[in-house]
C-alpha cells in the first residue's frame, strides 16, 4: 500500500505543478503535469498489484524506490532541501526492506506465478 500513496503523492504534485504559477508557458507546463500524472498512475497501478498479489509488481516497485531514492538524495546534497528528502528517502529504505526482506520473498513465492493453472 506505501507504494500505491507514493503514486498517489505523485498525482497531488501533478495538480501542484500545474496550478503553480511560474515562468513555464502553458504548453510547458501541461506536459510536465501530464509526465508526472502517467508516472505517478504507473506507481499507482504497481502499488495496486502488489496488494492483490501480483508478483510481478515487485521488480518494478523496487526499481521505481531506487529512483525517489536518488531522488530523495539530490533534494537533501544539491537542491539543499533535506525537509523533503529525508523522508522521502527514510519512505524509500522502508518500502525496499519490505520488498526485499526474507518474509516479503516469501509472500511473493507463495502466491505463485499469475498464469490461470487451468
Known sequence: MLVGLQGLAGLVF??????QPGVLTTSDRLGEAGFFAVMAAAV???GAALV?????ARSPAVLIELLLLGIAGYATGP???PE??????????VV??????TRGREWA????????PD
Open 44 to 46: 499507482i497501478g504497481f
Open 109 to 116: 513465492m507463495a502466491h505463485g506465478s499469475d498464469e490461470d
Open 96 to 101: 525496499l526492506y519490505l520488498l526485499l526482506n
Open 14 to 19: 501533478a495538480v501542484a505543478v500545474l496550478v
Open 52 to 56: 492483490f498479489g501480483k508478483r510481478g
Open 79 to 81: 537542491s539543499s532541501r
Open 84 to 93: 523533503y528528502g529525508i523522508p522521502v528517502a527514510v519512505l524509500c529504505l
